[in-house]
């Protein structure tokens, strides 16, 4: 049986791959800190093989079996980066070199690496470049999240061979309902400010582009990557993305699926100035090499959050554990005081 090693499988992309990957027959083992919780497994937690650990500690025992690997782990958004360049860093690039190697060593050749169209982002200031880029466009990557995906693809070109054969996959900005879920994504921003707030805030008026992917088309660009023949995609980058949209007509387009749901819902321009990300990208190289169309569209895909939101109950919208960068500080900060502290509820020095 082919069993694939999701690093960082119970996230929000993890999770639902994982589920794609066992209906289709594949053993799949999960390497994961569960920074988040078990959440995300919830539903798959008997059919798959779940190892706590952290990336860039990874050891060759747990390749054991493995044909191929997905690394999906790291920190996965710009607030995140920016709050600990140095731990983005780490897990970003360093463990992505790191667990390339172990695979080429272990004879693992198919190598999936979770990158992001972050890395094409001009901003809006640069209205002269805002054009369609595909993967051979020149780019240049400040932030720290997507210089550290950048720097991680350059390793792993440097590494094809006969022997190992990397894919990379550049998403655009997922949206969609994940047992493992996230409402800091825009379109599921917009769904979880229209239930609870009543209207949706457009950020510089929402005339920025981007790219965007239901989490379970990227989650099959996942799968036809591992599944693809070596020659069509060893060393080749993919951008995943159903279509370039400005923000405002995703708001349009949220508003408009609530309708079908009987929420209804105000927009509200805000055009004070911001950094906000804008590009637009290409994603025919994907549908013509690894013959994916992503197909699940924004107004489909808010259906589905919302009869999903209702059904688990993910109504206790401001947990923390929604929104990356917020629960990562208050990981560190809960850290910070039990590392002094101890245990909340037993004595200091006690062992339970």
């Known amino acids: 049986m082919h069993k694939v090693l999701l690093i960082g499988g119970a996230g929000y992309v993890g999770a639902v791959l994982a589920e794609e990957l066992i209906e289709r027959g594949y053993a799949v083992r999960i390497l994961d800190r569960l920074y988040y919780g078990r959440d995300g497994l919830k539903n798959i937690a008997d059919r798959v093989e779940l190892v706590v650990g952290d990336m860039r500690t990874l050891t060759p025992e747990i ?51 979770a990158s992001s169209c972050s890395i094409y982002d001009r901003g809006v200031a640069e209205q002269a470049r805002d054009v369609l880029l595909d993967e051979t466009s020149e780019v240049s990557p400040k932030a720290a999240y997507s210089s550290s995906k950048y720097a991680a693809e350059r390793f ?38 229209a239930l609870t707030k009543g209207f949706l805030t457009l950020h ?19 799968i036809a990557s591992i599944e693809a023949p070596e020659n069509k995609v060893r060393g080749e980058i993919f951008n995943i993305t159903r279509n370039n949209f400005r923000i405002s007509e995703v708001a349009l387009r949220v508003r408009e699926a609530l309708r079908q749901v009987g929420v209804t819902v105000d927009i509200r321009p805000d055009y004070s100035y911001k950094g ?20 699940i569209s924004i107004e489909e895909s808010v259906v589905n959050i919302v009869e999903n939101i209702q059904k688990y109950n993910y109504t206790d919208f401001e947990n923390p ?19 002094v502290t101890g245990s909340v509820f037993y004595a200091s020095g006690s062992k339970s």
């Open 276 to 295: 906000v990300r804008n590009y637009r990208v290409s994603g025919i190289k994907a549908e013509q090499v690894l013959g994916i169309r992503p197909e």
């Open 63 to 113: 390749l054991k079996d493995v044909s191929s690997v997905v690394n999906l782990g790291g920190l996965s958004n710009d607030p995140t980066a920016e709050y600990n360049p140095e731990a983005n860093y780490e897990m970003n690039t360093v463990a992505t070199r790191t667990t390339a190697e172990l695979c080429k060593a272990a004879g693992i050749k198919r190598y999936v690496f």
């Open 321 to 339: 554990k929604y929104y990356n960068i917020r629960w990562m500080r208050l990981l560190e900060e809960a850290h910070q005081v039990i590392s």
């Open 204 to 222: 510089f008026g929402g005339e920025m582009w981007r790219p965007l992917v239901d989490v379970r088309d990227v989650a099959r660009a996942y």
């Open 156 to 193: 792993l070109l440097e590494m094809v061979d006969d022997n190992f054969c990397p894919v990379i996959l550049r998403k655009g900005t997922v949206y969609g309902f994940s047992p493992r879920m996230r409402y800091d994504l825009v379109v599921n921003t917009f769904v979880k400010d």
